[in-house]
């Protein structure tokens, strides 16, 4: 149980354009869902946390207008990286919590390249 | 100050040793205690989820929670070579569900 899923897996996409990524609970229902970033050889930073119906709150530093998520359902959530960057090129991972308790259950991961 | 510090390794080990990481906090609000496993270009999977100070043990590992000293540990026995991976851990707060402080994650190498 607790799988989480995320897609693309991988992603190539030219500066100025773009991207959606999708991530999805699929066998519970995840009141809460974070988007973190991921730089090599670096540990995980928090993006933002997005509980279903709300807007997402962001960590400071983290440019919403940019970073656009949606958590739309209780089971799925997109971060769209708008007007990427080279800088934007990254390991973006979800996670998702039922709420009940504090695990939270990661996604694949998803790597971003800006060319 | 980082709020939770972990030693980037490479940690090598030879197959069947005891793997001995740990993280150091500087936030006494700390409650609960996860550690994570990943591997290359793959997201975290829970290894250990505890509460509190002690320890807990769940197969080969053994994870133990010091919080007087804001000293938090994982114990991998008879390692295996599919033990190598970056092991991360994080810590969060009661009244803050999910918004984990990761530490910067140790790679292990396990060698036949």
């Known amino acids: 149980g607790a799988v989480v899923s995320q897609h693309p897996s991988w992603v190539i996409c030219k500066s100025g354009t773009s991207v959606k990524i999708e991530c999805r609970s699929l066998?519970?229902?995840?009141?809460?869902m974070f988007w973190y970033r991921q730089f090599p050889k670096q540990s995980l930073m928090l993006m933002a946390t997005?509980?279903?119906?709300?807007?997402?709150?962001?960590e400071q530093g983290v440019e919403k207008d940019k970073f656009l998520i949606n958590h739309a359902s209780l089971t799925l959530s997109t971060l769209t990286v708008t007007s990427a960057h080279p800088e934007d090129s990254s390991f973006y991972i979800c996670?998702?919590?039922?709420?009940?308790?504090?695990?939270?259950?990661f996604g694949p991961g998803t790597r971003l390249t800006v060319t | 100050q980082k709020e939770v510090e972990q030693d980037p390794g490479p940690l090598s080990v030879p197959e069947g040793a005891i793997v001995s990481l740990n993280c150091t906090y500087s936030?006494?609000?700390?409650?609960?205690f996860m550690w994570y496993r990943q591997y290359s270009r793959k997201g975290p999977e829970l290894l250990m989820y505890?509460?509190?100070?002690g320890n807990k043990e769940d197969g080969r590992f053994t994870a133990q929670v010091d919080k007087s000293s804001k000293y938090i540990s994982l114990f991998i026995r008879d390692s295996q070579p599919s033990d190598s991976a970056t092991y991360l851990c994080?810590?969060?707060?009661?009244?803050?569900?999910?918004?984990?402080?990761f530490g910067a994650g140790t790679q292990v190498v396990v060698t036949p």
């Open positions: 936030n006494s609000a700390f409650q609960y």
């Open positions: 066998d519970f229902q995840a009141t809460t």
């Open positions: 505890t509460y509190s100070s």
């Open positions: 997005s509980n279903e119906g709300s807007k997402a709150t962001y």
């Open positions: 996670s998702a919590s039922d709420g009940a308790q504090a695990e939270q259950y």
């Open positions: 994080a810590m969060t707060l009661t009244d803050s569900w999910g918004k984990f402080q």
